[in-house]
């Protein structure tokens, strides 16, 4: 039986909201890929894949990222945070730090940043979502340990609160605080990797929309048929400097949703059809 995966990845308001564009637009063409078997979320692909996930027609979706008087209210970035975390994230690659190491170093700064008390942050993720109830479908959701290091896949078997999940997904270190669950405390699970694409592994096919690129993106899936869509140069305009801005929502989610409907046949060609592997940027 052939499995399909749905891979979101991480990339902050601009990637929520142009996700929703990507998907939209896909739909538009009549190409619907939110019916996978799987469904990946890590950071702000965690949100899109519980936002799909509760039933809420992607049309309506859309609307509440691309009309400004729909959008729900999110938190202003603290200024500092997040250059003092990529300065550290710089230094800590520099150094040729192992991944394990470099998510706990990562981590330690995240849990000695002041930031936003976690119920504050936890409001704004509840608002987002439409149901606070895990779907009824596979879905895989990222995080990472703040004090280990280790990566930590939630899902409607885990027995934790959808809210929670998310939240700790798309607690980006030293802007976000970590999210508390069952004694520990998590950080964004682009910390690991920004779409966590070898989660797919054992599906046939997937279609991966990834805000941010990272390295670990293209490594191959065994067995698996992959096609990355990634931002096009008027949706990487539409992000501007700042993907955690509030602003950047409308614009991301319009030219999202243009990026979606020029790029549905050749997505078709893998969700739909049989095909060689294929790895290819848009």
């Known amino acids: 039986m052939t499995r399909r995966a749905l891979v979101l990845g991480g990339g902050g308001l601009a990637g929520i909201a ?24 890590t950071s702000a692909g965690s949100t899109v894949a519980a936002q799909i996930g509760s039933g809420l027609p992607l049309d309506e979706l859309f609307r509440r990222q691309a009309d400004p008087l729909a959008h729900n209210r999110e938190l202003t970035p603290p200024g500092a945070g997040g250059p003092e975390f990529m300065a550290n994230l710089a230094a800590f690659t520099a150094e ?61 078997d885990s027995g934790v609160d ?7 997904s798309c607690a980006v270190p030293c802007v976000w605080p ?14 690991r990797s ?18 941010i690129p990272d390295d670990a993106l293209w490594e191959p899936v065994e ?29 991301a989610a319009r030219a999202g949703r243009a990026q979606g409907r020029h790029v549905a046949a050749r997505v078709a060609e893998v969700w739909t059809l049989p095909a060689k592997v294929t790895r290819k940027k848009s």
């Open 223 to 251: 067995s698996c048929r992959v096609e990355i869509l990634t931002p096009d140069e008027r949706s990487l305009a539409a992000f501007g400097p700042d993907p955690l801005d509030p602003a950047t929502r409308t614009p």
């Open 18 to 41: 142009w996700e929703t564009g990507i998907l939209t637009g896909l739909a538009d063409a009549g190409l619907n890929v939110t019916d996978a078997d799987l469904t990946i979320g």
């Open 178 to 191: 970590p999210v508390t669950i069952g004694g520990a405390r998590y950080i964004d699970g682009g910390v």
């Open 96 to 156: 040729g730090v192992d991944p394990a190491e470099l998510r706990r170093r990562i981590g330690a700064l995240a849990l000695s940043t002041a930031t936003v008390p976690e119920s504050v942050r936890r409001e704004v993720i509840a608002n987002r979502l439409p149901s606070p109830a895990w779907p009824d479908r596979a879905l895989l959701i990222v995080a990472v340990d703040a004090t280990t290091g280790a990566p930590r896949v939630f899902g409607p």
């Open 162 to 168: 959808l809210v929670d999940a998310v939240a700790a």
């Open 194 to 211: 920004m779409a966590n694409v070898d989660l797919a592994a054992g599906c046939d096919r997937a279609v991966v929309i990834a805000p």
